[in-house]
């Protein structure tokens, strides 16, 4: 019988046949053993109509919670900002909708023009004098930190802030296992960075000192004296930083890190299930010839006219080979061009609003959700938009509870530290109204109660 | 065919070395320059690092090819041409003289006299360079 998803007619699946000199397609397959073979049909139960289709996945998407519906107060890498509509408007123009950086690039000038504005505001949001077409997310974007850093400066050891969000943590773990990299833990017992600690790790063997801000707890670093403790050991500063947050938090370049990466996901990317997210990697200038990832550069024609390249290839694995710092020759294109709508969309004004409503409704949620009896905040260390609450009764006990009421209410740590089993990192953004935290603490009071 | 000057030592990877008194300075041939093309970027190992001979010690960018730099001689790098880091075009221009790369403090004498004479190498290019 014909399959409406195979393409060629029985006809053409004849004539093919024929050219190969084969009866049938099962004459193709006798070279394989039937024990190999499944002998029957697959178990599949029989085609539903599209209609019915469309029902039963939408009954199934509907047993998910998600940002759409419920009020969601997760965090830990992936938020709830706005995505304003002109971005999947664009993105499903036919000229954008890839996932990949386009083969033989310089055909596609759009493209590579959006991904040269990408650049170019990323750049100047981490305050750093380039940045890469994006790495897949926030956790590759640090492995590759790392390799780079080791390609620098030719040491073997990552100092890494325990405050560093551990799933990339573990991800850079893997990528540094290969090139034989050792990794250091500092810890941050108050929340943030303990560099007095740092300081007694990071010596002449370490190629990098990596921090977040805010940190996986919520909390601000300082990153200029950690740019400092780096420094003077002749290491890189590797700062994990959230780009949505730098309309109103200092671009941690102009702190002094070598190396800014972070996931972007921010940017007008939907939470999704994890992904597909955005991988920011922005370094200084002197670096670039390390800098993994593929990178659009602006030039002229032999008319003089202005146009587009993927430049400095010569890093990349399919000309350097094994010496390239990096084996990624791709990005996450439409995630990237999700940003730069998102970018030009808000504009500077309105991403330096993002911050401030950000931050200020995390506030007053903190201290709102603090006056919960029994509830506490961890850490007293300053915080952006995101902070770890304490909970009189096990998080994982109360989560379900909020979730019947219609609140994502956050990420329970005890999966990353068995010491901070008791917690739970609670992320606010411009989205969340007065009325959504304040019924959210009444929820919360009745879920610990 | 490319200039192979008569008072050079040269490897089969086309770099030529140069005695100065008790240290060997060392860069790629015309050959080898005008092999690439356009050269982008060159990296260099640092003042003090060590080198062994028919070991790499570099790489030379041009526009779509990245290639190894092999040491001549063993020894400890004593003078690395920083210039070549602002215009590696240097190295294109004037291969055996501002487009130099290392100068290295030999740690064995008997390297020396496995390199190829000008006459050899002139045969090796002769033959396509391999």
Redesign the interface.
């Given at each position: 019988m014909p399959s409406r998803y195979i393409a060629n007619t029985p006809d053409e699946q004849k004539r093919m046949l024929g050219t190969l000199g084969a009866g049938s397609i099962e004459d193709l397959l006798v070279k394989i053993p039937p024990k190999a073979r499944l002998g029957r049909p697959l178990g599949l139960t029989p085609a539903l109509a599209e209609t019915d289709l469309i029902r039963h996945m939408t009954a199934l998407a509907g047993k998910n919670a998600n940002a759409e519906s419920h009020v969601s107060f997760l965090g830990a890498g992936s938020y709830d900002h706005y995505i304003p509509s002109p971005i999947n408007h664009m993105i499903l123009r036919g000229e954008f909708f890839t996932a990949y950086t386009p083969y033989q690039p310089e055909a596609s000038q759009g493209t590579l023009r959006t991904i040269y504005e990408y650049q170019t505001m990323i750049a100047e949001l981490t305050g750093m004098d380039v940045a890469n077409a994006s790495i897949y997310d926030g956790a590759s974007s640090l492995a590759e930190a790392a390799l780079m850093a080791h390609a620098v400066t030719d040491r073997r050891e990552i100092v890494l802030s325990r405050a560093v969000h551990p799933l990339y943590k573990r991800v850079t773990a893997t990528y540094c296992e290969g090139p034989g990299l050792r990794l250091r833990d500092v810890a941050a017992p108050e929340g943030v960075t303990d560099l007095a600690a740092a300081r007694q790790l990071v010596n002449a063997k370490t190629a990098a000192l990596v921090v977040q801000t805010p940190n996986f707890y919520g909390c601000l670093e300082d990153v200029a004296a950690a740019a400092e403790t780096a420094h003077a050991a002749g290491a890189l500063l590797v700062v994990v930083a959230d780009p949505v947050n730098l309309g109103v938090l200092e671009g941690p370049g102009k702190l002094g890190a070598d190396i800014v990466v972070g996931e972007g996901q921010g940017l007008g990317v939907p939470v999704g299930f994890g992904g597909p997210n955005l991988g920011v990697f922005a370094a200084k200038n002197e670096l670039v010839?390390r800098m993994p990832g593929r990178l659009v550069g602006a030039t002229v024609d032999r008319d003089g006219k202005r146009g587009f390249v993927l430049t400095l290839?010569?890093r990349e694995q399919h000309?350097?080979?094994a010496?390239a710092t990096s084996n990624i020759c791709t990005n996450v294109a439409l995630c990237a061009l999700m940003a730069t709508i998102y970018l030009a969309t808000l504009g500077r004004r309105g991403l330096v609003r993002v911050g401030e409503l950000s931050t200020a409704k995390a506030h007053y949620a903190a201290e709102r959700l603090a006056k919960v009896p029994g509830v506490s905040l961890r850490f007293a260390a300053p915080f952006f938009k995101e902070f770890m609450l304490k909970l009189p009764k096990a998080p994982d006990r109360v989560i379900p509870r909020l979730a019947k009421q219609g609140f994502l209410a956050g990420v329970p740590l005890k999966t990353f530290d068995r010491a901070l089993a008791d917690s739970l990192l609670v992320a606010v953004t411009e989205k969340r109204t007065k009325a959504e935290i304040d019924a959210f603490a009444a929820a919360l009071e009745k879920a610990v109660a | 065919m490319a200039n192979v000057p008569k008072d050079l030592k040269y490897t089969r990877e086309h770099e030529w070395a140069k005695q100065e008194g008790e240290r060997v300075r060392v860069g790629i041939t015309a050959y080898a320059q005008e092999q690439l093309g356009d050269v982008v970027f060159v990296e260099l190992p640092k003042v003090g690092a060590k080198v062994t001979a028919a070991k790499n010690f570099g790489v030379v960018e041009s526009v779509k090819a990245v290639s190894d730099l092999f040491a001549p001689v063993s020894g400890e790098v004593v003078e690395v041409n920083g210039e070549l880091g602002q215009k590696p075009e240097t190295v294109n221009q004037d291969p055996y003289g501002k487009g130099w790369m290392l100068v290295v403090k030999p740690s064995s004498k008997g390297e020396w006299d496995q390199l190829l004479t000008a006459q050899q190498y002139e045969e090796l290019i002769a033959q396509g360079g391999h």
């Open positions: 010839r290839q010569t000309i350097r080979r010496k | -």
